[in-house]
Each structure stands twice: as structure tokens, then as C-alpha cells.
T-cell receptor, first 115, second 115 residues
């Protein structure tokens, strides 16, 4: 595997389900990010981790719970979601926490549908 | 806070024609600017970025963008469109709030290339 991988690629869940999204980066980077991509809206930064420590939480509802057990893996735990949470969830990484001009490397995303 | 505006959510060009995707930003300080491309079922990939120095930036796949401070613009161009350029393009500015840089993305422009 190379780059940033995400599993599953597609997920359908009911509002009472609990599921998790997984992200793995094979680039040796120290910072990882979760974004939400909804149609006709800008990408929304959800969480930022640097060296496994959460450094930013952009007012994300508590039904989204991130976990970063090591610098290569990032999870997003989901529970009691709402239909409006349906979106493409993108994981990204960068060498270090963004210092202005750093490139982020994105995974292909998980397409989430909440019924 | 900084913002990014991409004019035209959909742009269609004929194969071989000029591609012009528009991006304007709001910033009170010199920004770092980026263009990313997202092909179907893939994550975002960096096309090019402006940090300092030369205002005309060349990227991958024949794309280039020009930073115009007086117009607060960073439009993306390619002289001759290929079918493989069909994708969604995102402009982003690097914004520093709370001591941490993060990207502010535009809403994206979907490019269609007509045979």
C-alpha cells in the first residue's frame, strides 16, 4: 500500500448504528486530518492530530469521535448519526502540522450514507 | 477569517480549448495559495501552490496559475484541455488561526471536457 488509504470506501448505516472509519498513511507523516466533503459546500476540517495528539476540533458534534493510536492510523468512530451527516469523509496527512505551505496528501474517502 | 470564492461550479470546454478556472480569495496578509484536483472516486491531489517569489506557478499536467495580489486572484489555466482533465478542482488558501495553519477551501469547480 502506498499513500493514504481509507476503509471502507462505502458505508450505509442506520441512525442507531455504531461504525468506524479507518485511515492509514504509509508516508511517515506526523500530522493527520479528518475532513467532511458535502455537495456544493467547501471541505470542512473536522479534526487535526499531530504526533497522535489532537490539536484541533472544529466544533464537531460529539456523535463523531476521533482516535489516533499512532502516527500512521486515524479512526473516526460514528454513533447515532443524522441523515445530514451523509457525506464523503476524507482523511489527509502532512509531514508536519501545517506550517503555511505544506502539501496535504488525501485518501480516496469513505462515502457515508445515513438512513 | 480568510475565504475562497470559485466562480462557476461547472465549466465545460472542448478538447484542445483553453481551460480557465477562477479563484478569488480574501486575505489581509500575503497568503499561501493552492490548487487541488479530485478525479472521480479519488482523494484530492496537489496541482500547484504559490508561496512567495514568482507569481506564475507551474504545476503538474500542464496547469499553471498566476497570483495577482491587486486582484486577490489565483486563476488556474491550461492552454489545451485533454479528456483526462475532467475532474473537480479546488482552490485553497492557507489560513493561520489560533496559531495553527489550516486550509480554507473553495466549493470546487467541476470541469467537463467535450470531445
Amino acid at each position: 500500500e502506498t499513500g493514504v488509504t481509507q476503509t471502507p470506501r462505502h458505508l450505509v448505516m442506520g441512525m442507531t448504528n455504531k461504525k468506524s472509519l479507518k485511515c492509514e498513511q504509509h508516508l511517515g507523516h506526523n500530522a493527520m486530518y479528518w475532513y467532511k466533503q458535502s455537495a456544493k459546500k467547501p471541505l470542512e476540517l473536522m479534526f487535526v492530530y499531530s504526533l497522535e495528539e489532537r490539536v484541533e476540533n472544529n466544533s464537531v458534534p460529539s456523535r463523531f469521535s476521533p482516535e489516533c493510536p499512532n502516527s500512521s492510523h486515524l479512526f473516526l468512530h460514528l454513533h447515532t448519526l443524522q441523515p445530514e451527516d451523509s457525506a464523503l469523509y476524507l482523511c489527509a496527512s502532512s509531514q508536519e502540522l501545517l506550517a503555511g505551505a505544506q502539501e496535504q496528501f488525501f485518501g480516496p474517502g469513505t462515502r457515508l450514507t445515513v438512513l | 477569517a480568510q475565504s475562497v470564492t470559485q466562480l462557476g461550479s461547472h465549466v465545460s470546454v472542448s478538447e484542445g480549448a483553453l481551460v480557465l478556472l477562477r479563484c478569488n480569495y480574501s486575505s489581509s496578509v500575503p497568503p499561501y495559495l493552492f490548487w487541488y484536483v479530485q478525479y472521480p472516486n479519488q482523494g484530492l491531489q496537489l496541482l500547484l501552490k504559490y508561496t512567495t517569489g514568482a507569481t506564475l506557478v507551474k504545476g503538474i499536467n500542464g496547469f499553471e496559475a498566476e497570483f495577482k495580489k491587486s486582484e486577490t486572484s489565483f486563476h488556474l489555466t491550461k492552454p489545451s484541455a485533454h479528456m483526462s482533465d475532467a475532474a473537480e478542482y479546488f482552490c485553497a488558501v492557507s489560513d493561520r488561526t489560533s496559531g495553527t495553519y489550516k486550509y480554507i477551501f473553495g466549493t470546487g469547480t467541476r470541469l467537463k471536457v467535450l470531445a
